[in-house]
């Protein structure tokens, strides 16, 4: 877990120099009003493609829709779900 700012230049340089490719499925959601609940898989290949390693999630994620229609992240937990 990370608390305060101190703790997130660190974060993305070590995921970048692991060069992931991402990918997503939002499972199922529920909008109400301007907030929302996704329930999102995430793979995460991580290393060269003939070591890459696998990592999965389980995500929820909460964002809530902004006064120009766009959707901004509030909370979002990886491993929100088993």
Known sequence: MIVGHEGLPAVPG????KK???ASQVE???VVDDI???YTN???MM????KAQEVKSRAIEIPGRQHDVAWKLIVGDPNGRK
């Open 42 to 44: 995430f793979i995460v």
């Open 28 to 30: 199922r959601f529920v």
């Open 20 to 22: 992931p490719r991402f």
């Open 36 to 38: 929302a609940m996704l």
């Open 47 to 50: 290393g060269p493609a003939q």
């Open 14 to 17: 070590d995921l970048i120099a």
